[in-house]
C-alpha cells in the first residue's frame, strides 16, 4: 500500500502562484511514478501532470502546459506541483497519485493510477 498526504491547497487571487506538495509512504518512493489530477464542482476527474520515477520524464494536460511544473525529490518522498498564471477554471480539489506499474507517463495521464491521496482544495478567486 501508499499513502498520500496533499498540502499546500488554499485561496489565491487569478494570476497567482501556489505550490502543492504530497508526503508519501509505504513503498520506495523511488520506483513508483506519481501524478497530479484534479476534480472540479460538478465535473469528472482529470489529468493535470504525471512524472516516471526517476524524474526524468514529465507529461502535462494541454490546459496546464506551461503554467505548471510537476517535481519529485527521492531523497524527501515528495511529489511537488508548481502552479504559475493561475486562472478561476484551476479551481478544483487536486489529488496526488502514484502507481508502481510499468506503463508510460502518458498512459497514466490518460488512465489514471492505482494509488490516490484525499485532496486538497485550491480556490482562484476572479
Known amino acids: 500500500q501508499v499513502q498520500l498526504v496533499e498540502s499546500g491547497g488554499g485561496l489565491v487571487q487569478a494570476g497567482g502562484s501556489l505550490r502543492l506538495s504530497c508526503a508519501a509512504s509505504?513503498?520506495?518512493?523511488?520506483?513508483?511514478?506519481m501524478g497530479w489530477f484534479r476534480q472540479a464542482p460538478g465535473k469528472e476527474r482529470e489529468s493535470v501532470a504525471v512524472?516516471?520515477?526517476?524524474?526524468?520524464?514529465?507529461v502535462y494536460a494541454d490546459s496546464v502546459k506551461g503554467r505548471f511544473t510537476i517535481s519529485r525529490n527521492n531523497a524527501k518522498n515528495t511529489l511537488y506541483l508548481q502552479m504559475n498564471s493561475l486562472k478561476p477554471e484551476d479551481t478544483a480539489v487536486y489529488y496526488c497519485?502514484?502507481?508502481?506499474?510499468?506503463?508510460?507517463?502518458?498512459?497514466?495521464?490518460?488512465?489514471?493510477?492505482?494509488?490516490w491521496g484525499n485532496g486538497t482544495l485550491v480556490t482562484v478567486s476572479s
Open positions: 509505504g513503498r520506495t518512493f523511488s520506483s513508483l511514478a
Open positions: 512524472i516516471s520515477w526517476s524524474g526524468g520524464s514529465t
Open positions: 497519485a502514484a502507481d508502481s506499474r510499468t506503463y508510460g507517463t502518458s498512459y497514466y495521464l490518460n488512465y489514471g493510477m492505482n494509488y
